[in-house]
């Protein structure tokens, strides 16, 4: 694949002195954000701190730290949202948060309740299988998502035409629960431990806004590793042919099965939908949650 012509802004250096700085924080800041998330679940593991708590603290303090990291090293200023896109996306954050949430912590709860089958992995061996099972589930249900009745589902994820940190959850609420149940409900059905399942969901979610986050970062050959912004942007673009990238946490799924695009600097010309005008406007949300019923009553 060729590259495209970008459409990205920079932001002006400050001075010729920060250049080394601003590119060190380009590099590091990403890892950062995923070596400090690491540390905390690992001190909740050693301590025994109840994992619940520790990832909703967790899952907060990121969202703060995305925040002012889209504020101060934002990738395209145009795509921070107006108050309009604030309200909306801030509507689903609270109803596919919590469905979300619901349909990975709940089967890891359900699993610890009822005491289903332990297939007595080690926790080091255990935990990035988990992550690598997961990640695995919601590729393929996120890839199916972009063909047939699933795409009007889907497609209303893709509808805006921005990517930022506050519209990872604007998606349809049959979506949220679906993407839920592919990365949660195998780890339960082979055994996982819950504390296994929990952490997992929560590698799982903290990426999923990682990825969508409107900052100017380059993760270089960690970007042969795992996702990052600059590989979800180009997931979101209107070039049919470049928007691959379908898991979340890793690009083993996406190597594995030909649907990687991974060119450092590489960016796409526009986000959004190939035809828009096949969906509700992006602000429309009772529109865009009524969609894939209305419109499949109609054909």
Do not use: C
């Not at 967790?58 to 309200?87: C, D, I, K, N």
């Not at 795409?151 to 994820?157: L, N, P, R, T």
């Not at 060119?263 to 894939?292: C, I, S, T, W, Y």
């Amino acid at each position: 694949m060729e590259s495209i012509t970008s459409t990205h802004s920079s932001i002006p250096l400050p001075a010729k002195t920060n250049f080394r700085g601003r590119a060190l924080a380009r590099y590091l800041t990403y890892p950062a954000v995923l070596v400090v998330n690491a540390a905390l679940i690992g001190w909740a593991v050693v301590t025994g701190a109840p994992l619940e708590g520790v990832t909703m603290a967790g899952l907060l303090g990121t969202l703060a730290v995305l925040f002012v990291l889209e504020r101060t090293m934002p990738y395209e200023r145009e795509w921070h949202p107006s108050w309009r896109e604030a309200l909306r996306d801030f509507f689903y954050f609270g109803l596919n948060g919590g469905m979300d949430a619901v349909a990975k912590m709940g089967i890891a709860f359900a699993v610890a309740t009822i005491g289903a089958w332990d297939n007595s992995l080690p926790f080091a061996a255990a935990l990035p299988l988990a992550i690598l099972i997961s990640d695995f589930g919601g590729y393929w249900m996120h890839r199916w998502g972009h063909l047939g009745w699933l795409w009007k589902v889907h497609g209303v994820h893709h509808t805006p035409d921005k990517v930022n940190t506050w519209n990872n959850n604007t998606i349809h609420f049959v979506n949220s629960i679906y993407s839920g149940l592919a990365k949660t409900l195998p780890l339960a059905l082979l055994g996982f431990d819950p504390a296994v399942i929990i952490i997992a969901a929560y590698a799982s979610t903290i990426q999923s806004y990682a990825v969508h986050a409107n900052i100017d970062v380059d993760l270089g050959w960690l970007g042969y590793l795992i996702m990052g912004p600059v590989h979800h942007r180009l997931h979101h673009s209107t070039v049919v042919e470049e928007a691959g990238n379908f898991a979340s946490a890793t690009t083993i799924w996406d190597i594995a099965f030909g649907t990687f695009v991974y060119e450092p600097g590489r960016a796409p010309a526009m986000v959004g939908v190939v035809e828009p005008e096949k969906f509700p406007a992006p602000l429309d949300v009772v529109g865009n949650q009524l969609h894939p019923f209305i419109d499949q009553a109609r054909s």
